[in-house]
């Protein structure tokens, strides 16, 4: 029963992790069918922002409380900065070429990326513990689980509700909708489909950066942690089906329950299993789970 | 007889020239091109897919399976020539490739990527829980003679040099005189236009399971020739990093011409060298920095400046 429980807890703080990554990585698919390769870099690039404003922060012996503030802050910065800069600097002139060219021009975005983070970050691991030792641990039945697990997925509600609002709440989310419905019909109505696009890809940095700048302090920031980060986060997308958030949130869900039970009860499984149920949903829905199929042109 | 073609003469004399220049090359030289000829071998594969309108995030998976293969070969009495452990890497990949070409066949664009790329990585978690196959640090490969020639020392260098000089340019021809049958042409085909393939009674599916398992077979073998000529094999061939290596030398290369998946798999390799050598760090900005390029600016790859030369020279 325990182990169920651990089980069960470990997969959603898990899941929450792989939401607020995947959620960024679908949205961007969905408006600008482009399979972003180096979301797992921007994702790296959050860790490390964090980690050097609150580590600032900090060693400055200023109030450790704020540094929540700052590690969400540190990742608006990331995607304000790195989104306009990719998307203007690159990506609009690949506009219109093949999906599989996107994903092409984000695997040489991706390799620049991981070279830059190590130019100026260096090779060695950073840690903040703060904001992470500051809540405590709080006992669920035989269980002890550190309180910032808690504000992890709380964070990875919030940003659902938040994006839920975002795209069906508000003016320029309908816009969104119709531009990831009809692209050139959207277009032809007026839409100003090139700001989407910037605003999609920013915001899709931030919640890559926002997924790093929450995890820095759980981890050792390393080079090289956006590597596996990125092939997770896809296996997330295509489960669920890409460019749809129910379908990240549901993806994440089943990606995590399926690690974390991989690591209670068959630990050597655990780093195929992923794959291994990744592979097995688009052998039965070619799509992923949340995507209708689309008829064949001619 | 028919007159040699451009492709097959140029084959023929890179083949002769290699070959004769081999004894003349300094140590480091004769591991580069033998390295990078055997990784081409995993790029050809990938051009066959590429002119059939896939692009493969997983040709790791068959490149590991065959130096795997290979590598477990020499425990078998009897069975350590270099020649046997390809032929060994090269079947065990094809059968791989038949296994999960049933699944893959049936995708396109990003899925098919994104399938290959997650077959790949189940190899790789599998390989590195599993403690016989020396888990992540790998295990040594050593074959104990090359073509009958004892392995070790300047004589047998130059056998597995020979071996996939040789190998590279078999497979180089018999992909050429494929591209260019009937069934080869089909690939080009089926990434204008499935549908109108059909129609004309050919099968699409049969069609791309052949070429996957065409480049199942080359990164098996090129997997193969690796290991021996490496010495040892890791995990890490099975990683997605290691496919996407792949992938960039064939966007590099294009899909113009057999040739260009071995030159650019040279090339890279010599940039790689060089930069380790001065700038350990960047030498993943310099790859990439290269790819946007050649993306942006050579769509048809390395090779189209050749086609222009010509165009201008004419």
Same mark, same amino acid.
């Given at each position: 029963?325990?182990?169920?429980?651990?089980?069960?807890?470990?997969? %959603?703080?898990?899941?929450?992790?792989?939401?607020?990554?995947?959620?960024?990585?679908?949205? +961007?698919?969905?408006?600008?069918?482009?399979?972003?390769?180096?979301?797992?870099?921007?994702?790296?690039?959050?860790?490390?922002?964090?980690?050097?404003?609150?580590?600032?922060?900090?060693?400055?012996? &200023?109030?450790?409380? =704020?540094?929540?503030?700052?590690?969400? $802050?540190?990742?608006?910065?990331?995607?304000?900065?790195?989104?306009?800069?990719?998307?203007?600097?690159?990506?609009?002139?690949?506009?219109?070429?093949?999906?599989?060219?996107?994903?092409?021009?984000?695997?040489?975005?991706?390799?620049?990326?991981?070279?830059?983070?190590?130019? +100026?970050?260096?090779?060695?691991?950073?840690?903040?513990?703060?904001?992470?030792?500051?809540?405590? %641990?709080?006992?669920?039945?035989?269980?002890?689980?550190?309180?910032?697990?808690?504000?992890?997925?709380?964070?990875?509600? +919030?940003?659902?509700?938040?994006?839920?609002?975002?795209?069906?709440?508000?003016?320029?989310?309908?816009?969104?909708?119709?531009?990831?419905?009809?692209?050139?019909?959207?277009?032809?109505?007026?839409?100003?489909?090139?700001?989407?696009?910037?605003?999609?890809?920013?915001?899709?940095?931030?919640?890559?950066?926002?997924?790093?700048?929450?995890?820095?302090?759980?981890?050792?920031?390393?080079?090289?942690?956006?590597?596996?980060?990125?092939?997770?986060?896809?296996?997330?997308?295509? =489960?669920?089906?890409?460019?749809?958030?129910?379908?990240? !949130?549901?993806?994440?869900?089943?990606?995590?329950?399926?690690?974390?039970?991989?690591?209670?009860?068959?630990?050597?499984?655990?780093?195929?299993?992923?794959?291994?149920?990744?592979?097995?949903?688009? $052998?039965?829905?070619?799509?992923?789970?949340?995507?209708?199929?689309?008829? &064949?042109?001619? | 007889?028919?007159?040699?073609?451009?492709?097959?003469?140029?084959?023929?004399?890179?083949?002769?020239?290699?070959?004769?220049?081999?004894?003349?090359?300094?140590?480091?030289?004769?591991?580069?091109?033998?390295?990078?000829?055997?990784?081409?071998?995993?790029?050809?594969?990938?051009?066959?897919?590429? #002119?059939?309108?896939?692009?493969?995030?997983?040709?790791?998976?068959?490149?590991?399976?065959?130096?795997?293969?290979?590598?477990?070969?020499?425990?078998?009495?009897?069975?350590?020539?270099?020649?046997?452990?390809?032929?060994?890497?090269?079947?065990?990949?094809?059968?791989?490739?038949?296994?999960?070409?049933?699944?893959?066949?049936?995708?396109?664009?990003?899925?098919?990527?994104?399938?290959?790329?997650?077959?790949?990585?189940?190899?790789?978690?599998?390989?590195?829980?599993?403690?016989?196959?020396?888990?992540?640090?790998?295990?040594?490969?050593?074959?104990?003679?090359?073509?009958?020639?004892?392995? $070790?020392?300047?004589?047998? &260098?130059?056998?597995?040099?020979?071996?996939? +000089?040789?190998?590279?340019? !078999? $497979?180089?021809?018999?992909?050429?005189?494929?591209?260019?049958?009937?069934?080869? #042409?089909?690939?080009?085909?089926?990434?204008?236009?499935?549908?109108?393939?059909?129609?004309?009674?050919?099968?699409?599916?049969?069609?791309?399971?052949?070429?996957?398992?065409?480049?199942?077979?080359?990164?098996?073998?090129?997997?193969?020739?690796?290991?021996?000529?490496?010495?040892?094999?890791?995990?890490?061939?099975?990683?997605?990093?290691?496919?996407?290596?792949?992938?960039?030398?064939?966007?590099?290369?294009?899909?113009?011409?057999?040739?260009?998946?071995?030159?650019?798999?040279?090339?890279?390799?010599?940039?790689?060298?060089?930069?380790?050598?001065?700038?350990?760090?960047?030498?993943?900005?310099?790859?990439?920095?290269?790819?946007?390029?050649?993306?942006?600016?050579?769509?048809?790859?390395?090779?189209?400046?050749?086609?222009?030369? &010509?165009?201008?020279?004419?």
């Amino acid at each position: 029963m325990g182990d169920v429980l651990a089980v069960v807890i470990d997969g %959603t703080i898990y899941a929450s992790w792989l939401f607020i990554i995947a959620a960024g990585l679908t949205i +961007v698919y969905g408006v600008m069918r482009i399979l972003n390769m180096a979301h797992g870099s921007l994702y790296a690039l959050g860790a490390y922002a964090a980690t050097s404003v609150v580590g600032a922060w900090i060693r400055g012996g &200023r109030a450790p409380l =704020v540094s929540y503030a700052l590690l969400i $802050a540190a990742a608006i910065a990331v995607g304000l900065i790195f989104g306009p800069l990719i998307e203007r600097g690159v990506l609009r002139f690949v506009y219109g070429r093949d999906e599989i060219v996107m994903v092409l021009v984000t695997y040489a975005l991706f390799l620049i990326l991981e070279d830059a983070i190590k130019l +100026v970050w260096g090779v060695e691991s950073y840690f903040i513990t703060e904001p992470y030792g500051l809540l405590g %641990t709080v006992e669920i039945g035989p269980l002890t689980y550190p309180v910032y697990s808690g504000a992890l997925v709380l964070a990875a509600i +919030v940003t659902g509700l938040l994006l839920r609002w975002g795209i069906y709440g508000t003016r320029y989310g309908k816009l969104l909708v119709a531009v990831i419905h009809d692209r050139e019909m959207a277009a032809s109505l007026g839409v100003n489909v090139r700001n989407v696009f910037l605003i999609t890809f920013t915001l899709g940095t931030m919640l890559a950066a926002l997924g790093g700048a929450l995890t820095a302090p759980t981890v050792s920031v390393v080079p090289g942690m956006g590597v596996e980060t990125i092939v997770l986060a896809f296996a997330v997308v295509v =489960v669920g089906g890409l460019g749809s958030m129910p379908g990240a !949130a549901l993806g994440s869900l089943i990606v995590g329950l399926v690690r974390s039970a991989a690591v209670h009860f068959f630990p050597q499984v655990e780093l195929f299993s992923i794959y291994l149920v990744m592979a097995l949903v688009l $052998a039965l829905r070619p799509r992923g789970l949340f995507v209708a199929p689309e008829a &064949r042109k001619i | 007889m028919k007159r040699l073609d451009r492709t097959t003469f140029a084959l023929l004399a890179s083949l002769v020239l290699l070959l004769a220049g081999g004894p003349l090359l300094p140590e480091w030289a004769l591991f580069l091109v033998t390295n990078s000829l055997a990784k081409g071998l995993v790029v050809l594969g990938l051009l066959l897919l590429m #002119r059939t309108g896939l692009v493969s995030f997983g040709q790791g998976l068959y490149f590991a399976v065959g130096a795997y293969a290979a590598g477990m070969m020499p425990r078998a009495p009897g069975l350590s020539d270099a020649l046997a452990l390809m032929l060994a890497g090269g079947v065990a990949a094809g059968v791989v490739a038949a296994l999960c070409g049933l699944l893959l066949a049936r995708y396109r664009g990003i899925f098919f990527a994104m399938l290959s790329l997650a077959f790949s990585m189940i190899l790789y978690g599998l390989l590195v829980k599993t403690s016989v196959l020396g888990s992540t640090d790998g295990f040594n490969v050593a074959a104990r003679t090359v073509l009958g020639v004892a392995a $070790a020392g300047a004589y047998g &260098r130059y056998a597995v040099f020979a071996l996939t +000089v040789a190998t590279a340019f !078999a $497979a180089g021809f018999l992909l050429h005189r494929f591209l260019g049958s009937h069934l080869g #042409r089909l690939a080009p085909a089926i990434r204008d236009n499935e549908l109108r393939v059909e129609y004309m009674g050919a099968s699409v599916r049969n069609v791309v399971h052949l070429n996957l398992v065409i480049a199942g077979i080359l990164a098996g073998a090129g997997g193969a020739l690796t290991g021996v000529t490496v010495g040892h094999i890791d995990p890490e061939m099975a990683y997605w990093t290691t496919s996407g290596e792949f992938v960039f030398v064939a966007i590099l290369s294009g899909t113009a011409s057999v040739l260009a998946p071995f030159l650019g798999s040279i090339l890279l390799e010599l940039l790689r060298s060089f930069a380790y050598e001065y700038s350990p760090n960047t030498w993943q900005l310099v790859v990439g920095g290269a790819m946007l390029l050649v993306i942006l600016f050579l769509p048809s790859g390395l090779w189209s400046v050749f086609g222009r030369w &010509r165009k201008v020279l004419r």
